[in-house]
């Protein structure tokens, strides 16, 4: 049995920031070959996270892109998966895992609530800030309460999960890869 790791970006967060790159070491520190799914081509501003149509069609399109990047993979139905996700590589990540009837476990950064529409009861951690313009906090912290999944408040964090206090977000950021330990643990 493999284990994997697939890093699912937001459309401007890239695997080289700080929670998908740290995220993805330890997957790799705790066993896993690790893939990083790219989303190009799109067309985008934050401002239209808030556009349910773009989003579909955006969601649409990068399941395409994931579907070609995870060909070489072939069947993960046997494989420890984990998904590492992103803003909307959180609705990515979860409609993937749902189409190709994968059980998978699933770190979501900034989730966007459509993952409600995909997201499994029980398997994802999801990391939320409670300013993020993007992404409606009391939303996603219902989905975690009714899907019973393991929700952190990230308090004042935006849809990057930042306060604007380099101290304040230095600890935050370790805090959240402490839980991202005992999640692979």
Not at 61 to 83: H, N, P, Q, R, Y
């Amino acid at each position: 049995m493999r284990k994997i790791a697939v890093i699912f970006p937001g459309v401007g967060y890239t695997k080289d920031r700080p929670l998908l790159y740290y995220s993805g070491k330890l997957a790799v520190k705790h066993g896993y070959e690790l893939k990083h799914i790219d989303f190009t081509g799109l067309k985008w501003s934050k401002e239209k996270l808030k556009d349910r149509a773009f989003l579909d069609e955006t969601m649409k399109t990068c399941l395409g892109m994931t579907e070609k990047a995870l060909e070489e993979l072939g069947d993960l139905s046997g494989d420890e998966v984990v998904f590492i996700s992103k803003s909307i590589g959180t609705v990515v990540a979860t409609a993937y895992a749902g189409k190709k009837n994968l059980k998978v476990r699933q770190i979501c950064f900034s989730p966007l609530e459509l993952i409600s529409d995909y997201v499994e009861d029980k398997n994802a951690e999801l990391f939320s800030g409670d300013a993020d313009p993007y992404a409606d906090f009391d939303s996603v912290e219902k989905i975690a309460k009714d899907k019973k999944l393991n929700m952190h408040r990230i308090v004042g964090g935006n849809h990057s999960l930042e306060t604007g206090d380099v101290d304040e977000d230095i600890d935050n950021l370790r805090a959240m890869m402490q839980s991202i330990v005992r999640f692979f643990e």
